[in-house]
Nanobody, 121 residues
């Protein structure tokens, strides 16, 4: 079965950096666009960013543009979310998801279990 497993979350201070990883199994990873989402306590899940199957196209939410970078290594079935200049409002559970079509904010079929990121101010 398809599994997406996130890792790399933790507690950091404002201004710090953190890199999340998401490793996929049970699917042909290089055929899928991948996305990152997050959900803060009491809020709806929101789109963070996405990357095309080749890695040539990326999209970001305005709230993270210029601070977060998505990349992927198809040989390792892994997508990354590099988060720099973290702010307290970035505190959330971060999820990765797979999309069999072009990268965007919707259309994701498989989801990971999430990893907690907490940014203290």
């Amino acid at each position: 079965q398809v599994q997406l497993v996130e890792s790399g979350g933790g507690l950091v201070q404002a201004g710090d950096s953190l890199r999340l990883s998401c490793t996929a199994s049970g699917l042909t990873f290089s055929y899928y666009s991948m996305g990152w989402f997050r959900q803060a306590p009491g809020k709806e899940r929101e789109f963070v960013g996405a990357i095309s199957w080749s890695g040539n196209i990326t999209y970001y939410a305005d709230s993270v543009k210029g601070r977060f970078t998505i990349s992927r290594d198809n040989a390792k079935n892994t997508v990354y979310l590099q988060m720099n200049s973290l702010k307290s409002e970035d505190t959330a559970v971060y999820y990765c998801a797979s999309d069999p079509s072009s990268p965007g904010t919707t259309g994701y079929d498989y989801w990971g279990q999430g990893t907690q990121v907490t940014v203290s101010s």
